[in-house]
C-alpha cells in the first residue's frame, strides 16, 4: 500500500538535498533514488551502510535494500555476500507516465512540458530481473517494482539530428508512487508476462508483445523458463514454441 504523505515528505527532502549541494542535477546521487531512500527508510542514518565489506543504500531492522534504477548485474557481488547473512529488497522503479520538461543550455529558456508517449509496465522489469536469475528464488531476497509517475528534465546541447534537436538527460523527479508489486516466486513473476500473451507464442511475437530485443529478450525467456512459468519445443522447422504453464 502506498502512503502518499510518506512520498510527499520524501520526496521534499530529497529537493532540499539537492538545494544544499548545489541543485538539481548536480548530485552523483539523482533525485529518483535518493526519494525512495527517504520513503522506505526515512531515518539517513540507516542510509548507505557498511555491511561485509559494501555499502548498501540501506541497512536497519527489516534487513538490506538497494534501490536500483538499472544493471542488476551490478548487484551480483553484493547478492553474494548479502543474502546468506541478511533479507535482502531490491526496489526497481517504473515511470508509468513521464512528463519531458526541455531547458536550452545556452539561454536558459525553458519549454512547454511535453508527455512522453513511452509508458512504463511490469514487463520492462524482466530483462533486468534475468541478470540475477542465479540468485532467484531465493528465502532472503524479494523484488518491489515501484510504478510512479516523474517529470524528466532536458537539457538542449545544441546537437541536431534529424526532425528535433538532441538533448541531455539531467535528472528525473517523482511526481507520485502509484503502486508497488512484490515480487518472491514464480507466481509473482509469471504477472510480468506481457498483456495479450496468447497461451502458445514464438519469440518474436514475445518481442513484439514485450518490446524487448536480442539478449534481453533471450535472457528474459531462459528466466520465465528457469521459473517454470513458460516451457518450449521445437515443432517442426527452426522456431521454438512457448507455452505458458498453469500455475501451481
Known amino acids: ?3 502518499k504523505d510518506r512520498f510527499l515528505e520524501a520526496r521534499s527532502r530529497a529537493f532540499i538535498d539537492a538545494s544544499e549541494r548545489g541543485g538539481i542535477g548536480t548530485l552523483s546521487e539523482k533525485l529518483l533514488h535518493k526519494t525512495l531512500k527517504y520513503y522506505f527508510e526515512p531515518d539517513d542514518r540507516n542510509h548507505e551502510a557498511e555491511y561485509l565489506g559494501s ?3 540501506i541497512r536497519n531492522g527489516d534487513g538490506i535494500m538497494e534501490i536500483q534504477t538499472r ?6 557481488p553484493k547478492l553474494e555476500k548479502f543474502l546468506p547473512e541478511n533479507k535482502v529488497t531490491i526496489v526497481y522503479p517504473i515511470i508509468e507516465r513521464k512528463t519531458i520538461c526541455r531547458i536550452d543550455a545556452a539561454t536558459g529558456e525553458t519549454f512547454p512540458p ?7 509496465r511490469a514487463t520492462d522489469a524482466l530483462a533486468e530481473i534475468a541478470k540475477i536469475r542465479s540468485f532467484i528464488p531465493h528465502t532472503n531476497l524479494r523484488i518491489l517494482l515501484v510504478f ?9 546541447n545544441g546537437k541536431k539530428r534529424v526532425g528535433r534537436q538532441k538533448t541531455d538527460k539531467i535528472d528525473c523527479a517523482p511526481t ?14 509469471a504477472l510480468l508476462l506481457p498483456e495479450k500473451l496468447p497461451d502458445e507464442f514464438t519469440a518474436s511475437e514475445f518481442e ?5 530485443r536480442a539478449i534481453k529478450l533471450h535472457n528474459s525467456l531462459m528466466f520465465l523458463i528457469q521459473m517454470g512459468i513458460l516451457a518450449r519445443e521445437k515443432r517442426g522447422g527452426r ?3 512457448y507455452t505458458i504453464n498453469a500455475p501451481n
Do not use: C, H, Q, W
Open 1 to 3: 500500500m502506498v502512503d
Open 55 to 57: 555499502v548498501a543504500d
Open 71 to 76: 544493471s542488476f548485474d551490478k548487484l551480483l
Open 114 to 120: 511535453k508527455l512522453s508517449t513511452k509508458k512504463g
Open 148 to 156: 510512479l509517475d516523474a517529470d524528466e528534465t532536458r537539457m538542449l
Open 176 to 189: 507520485s508512487i502509484n503502486s508497488i508489486m512484490e515480487l518472491r516466486d514464480a507466481p509473482d513473476f
Open 208 to 212: 513484439k508483445l514485450s518490446r524487448l
Open 239 to 241: 522456431a521454438y514454441i
